[in-house]
């Protein structure tokens, strides 16, 4: 674990919380980013988290002049709440190290610096400038624009009160991912979340390719499967467990109906297999049409809804696999 520390306890607002394992491509880039923030020094510090890297991230991080501390074999939650642990800032700020901030990045997000009804904030990260169509596209289903009351944030840009956090008792250290949607859920009880665009963080660790993408989510799923024992059954969860299951039995039934045909070939099988493709993949073309909108044209709908296919099947597979 990195930490750098600027000013005394009492005037510290903001306790930026950055874990990193094997980031010596993204950690400079990121470190960078932090010290052109238009803020105070004495305002806020900087504790990043090495969880056992073998390449030359903690190098780089003593080249910024930053003592770090080593939490090796642990889960990247249990990182953040040892980071957590060390802050002294009345805001924990939790950032990955493959993300870059603006200078104002602060200064958007001190109006709720005084919001006690506010226990957490923050925005899903943008892609960067130069990303590949599966980053930009895959954006128009995680963005949220204008300032909002939102179900939960990501950890890669979430700005959460200390009290909030000590009060629910930190994220689950047992979760290898999913742990920023079990938090958030916890948090809830504590006070408002509030998606708000104009604090801003670039993630460059968007899957860039569909190989990619679909053992992300793959992972994902297995997190949010787990996460599930760990806070209070909420019906909104439903829909992400179900659908992907729902999914990967309309492609057994599609196989089922194809294999039909082919045996069998004759009028009712062929309906079958039409109807079961309509009835499946119509809603998800609807979907990608009404995301992307009308300035992103047929052919970002059609990239998006080949995505949502590789989504549904990735987190189906993960689901139909999972052993509690």
């Not at 009880?189 to 963080?201: E, F, M, N, P, R």
């Not at 860039?208 to 059954?233: D, P, Q, V, Y």
């Not at 992307?292 to 189906?316: D, E, P, W």
Request: glycine content about 8%; hydrophobic content about 45%.
């Amino acid at each position: 674990m990195m930490e750098c520390t600027k000013g005394e306890s009492g005037g510290i607002q903001f306790s930026i919380i950055i874990p990193a394992r094997n980031e010596e491509r993204n950690i400079g880039r990121c470190l960078s980013s932090l010290k052109e923030l238009d803020w105070p020094g004495s305002g806020y510090e900087v504790i990043l988290v090495d969880n056992g890297s073998t390449d030359q991230t903690v190098a780089i991080a003593h080249d910024y002049g930053l003592h770090v501390l080593n939490r090796p074999a642990d889960t990247v939650a249990g990182v953040r709440n040892f980071g957590a642990a060390q802050a002294r800032g009345i805001f924990l700020v939790f950032l990955d190290a493959d993300c870059t901030v603006p200078p104002d990045w602060f200064q958007a997000a001190s109006r709720y610096i005084d919001r006690d009804d506010v226990s957490c904030f923050g925005s899903p990260p943008v892609v960067p400038e130069h990303s590949t169509w599966v980053q930009r596209v895959w954006f128009h289903i995680r963005k949220k624009t204008g300032v909002s009351e939102t179900e939960w944030l990501e950890s890669m840009n979430m700005f959460v009160r200390r009290s909030a956090f000590e009060q629910v008792g930190g994220f689950n250290a047992k979760l290898v991912t999913c742990e920023d949607y079990d938090l958030s859920i916890r948090l809830r009880s504590t006070g408002k979340l509030v998606s708000d665009d104009g604090i801003v963080a670039v993630h460059h660790g968007e899957a860039t390719t569909i190989r990619h993408f679909f053992r992300k989510e793959h992972w994902r799923a297995l997190g949010n499967l787990h996460g599930m024992k760990s806070h209070a059954f909420n019906w909104r969860e439903l829909p992400s467990i179900l659908l992907p299951i729902l999914y990967c039995l309309f492609v057994f039934l599609l196989a089922v109906g194809i294999i039909a045909f082919v045996v069998f070939p004759h009028f009712p099988a062929a309906l079958f297999v039409i109807m079961l493709i309509l009835i499946w993949q119509l809603p998800l073309y609807f979907i990608s049409l009404r995301k992307v909108g009308q300035s992103g044209g047929v052919v970002a709908a059609s990239q998006l809804y080949l995505l949502l296919n590789v989504y549904f099947f990735a987190r189906g597979v993960a689901s139909l696999r999972w052993k509690s």
